[in-house]
């Protein structure tokens, strides 16, 4: 399956987080919010500039802004 950046997914795409590719004080936040690698997500909305996104995780929605989806690889589902 392929393998995208969270910032490059469309709106109502789903997927699974396969890394997050930053560590201190950001990753930790990433991962707190639960953004962990084996976490399903689907993109619900975007702002009118792209920025942020927001995402349904665990049955709840986030936003992020585009700079911390940057470090967010997802495998697309099918």
Do not use: C, W
């Amino acid at each position: 399956m392929p393998l995208v950046n969270l910032r490059n997914m469309s709106i109502n795409q789903s997927g699974t987080i396969v890394s997050v590719k930053v560590g201190g004080e950001l990753g930790r936040r990433i991962r707190e919010m639960g953004l962990v690698p084996g976490t399903e997500i689907t993109v619900k909305q975007r702002a009118p500039l792209n920025d942020p996104v927001a995402l349904r995780v665990m049955g709840g929605t986030l936003t992020l802004r585009n700079n911390e989806a940057d470090f967010i690889e997802v495998e697309i589902a099918p």
